[in-house]
């Protein structure tokens, strides 16, 4: 009986110790990775009281009321109330009024099956306001493309008689007058205009070097003509923020543009629902200026580097595939 060459049998040798160094390797892992099982008696499992309350919330009418306020507490140091799971009810505000939150302690659970835990309940209520009783504000639209309303003396008197603000909206921002505001324009007896437009354009805005992505307002005030600058009290504004891919949200900043195009930062900026927010106590031209971080190529390089010696591999697996599909093998007597 004829036997192959020496090739063979190193090549089958090989592939034996390549095999049962693998299986080695995986009764390893199987060994030292843990079961998940514990030492502890199931029936002696430690029991925690926790007490949830509801709170008592305001929101506009139509909106998602899901995201319910509440607070946990219990008397044991050992239990950690960042592992409760709350499952919130699917409540919406559906008609104007006091509603109950409707959370009991099914909506609570906790996630370690070693401990055991009681919730006590005590619910909360949801009051669905109209937006002027929501923000209490009188609401004025300018629709399509305006750029200006008139506020009428009367309506500043009405607004300033019962302490509300204003909410002004465009398709460039939407602003908030305290009342504060309300109350210092009602004082100036006129009518005022109010004109709220992108400020890209300006003599000043392009002094001030801004960089590409930014995103440029301009709000302006007059009496009778003439331009009124502070307000007498803070206005919040609100500039829609289309979010880059590589935008650093944390680092958004709003500046204000003097006329002489200087910038001065603007404090305590945020990204709220999609709005870039912040607060000013005069009126002028304004920046929203995104932070773009530059993009990590090292993930990018690994990965390609790991491609090319894969795609080498299986080049090479199956050069030699080839050359030992065309070797001849002879028996020998």
């Not at 460039?172 to 004109?195: E, G, I, T, Y």
Request: aromatic share 8%; with cysteine.
């Amino acid at each position: 009986m004829g036997r192959f060459g020496e090739g063979g049998t190193l090549h089958g040798h090989a592939m034996f110790t390549v095999a049962a160094a693998a299986i080695a390797f995986a009764l390893l892992l199987l060994l030292l990775t843990p079961t998940g099982a514990s030492d502890a008696d199931p029936g002696e499992r430690p029991e925690f009281v926790v007490d949830v309350v509801g709170g008592n919330e305001r929101h506009p009418f139509g909106a998602d009321a899901r995201e319910f306020i509440y607070e946990c507490s219990s008397d044991s140091p050992l239990f950690d109330e960042k592992k409760v799971v709350f499952d919130s009810p699917d409540s919406g505000c559906l008609t104007i009024g006091t509603h109950p939150m409707g959370l009991t302690s099914a909506n609570f659970s906790y996630a370690d099956d070693s401990v055991d835990v009681t919730f006590h309940v005590v619910d909360g209520t949801v009051t669905c306001l109209d937006a002027e009783q929501y923000y209490n504000t009188v609401n004025l639209w300018m629709f399509g493309n305006t750029d200006t309303v008139s506020i009428s003396a009367a309506k500043l008197e009405s607004a300033s008689d019962e302490s509300r603000g204003m909410k002004i909206t465009n398709r460039v921002a939407h602003v908030v007058l305290s009342p504060d505001v309300v109350h210092h324009l009602h004082s100036l007896n006129s009518d005022v205009v109010f004109s709220m437009t992108s400020g890209a354009g300006r003599e000043n805005v392009r002094s001030a070097n801004l960089s590409d992505e930014s995103t440029v307002i301009s709000l302006r005030l007059s009496v009778d003509g003439t331009p009124l600058s502070h307000l007498g009290g803070k206005a919040t504004v609100y500039v829609p923020h289309e979010v880059a891919y590589n935008e650093n949200l944390s680092k958004v900043s709003a500046v204000y543009i003097d006329a002489s195009g200087s910038r001065t930062d603007l404090e305590d900026v945020c990204y709220s629902h999609g709005d870039v927010v912040f607060c000013t106590d005069h009126f002028s031209e304004f920046a929203v200026i995104p932070e773009i971080e530059p993009r990590d190529l090292t993930s990018l390089a690994v990965v390609t580097v790991i491609c090319v010696l894969l795609i080498g591999l299986v080049c090479v697996y199956l050069v030699r595939m080839r050359t030992k599909d065309k070797r001849v093998r002879v028996p020998v007597d």
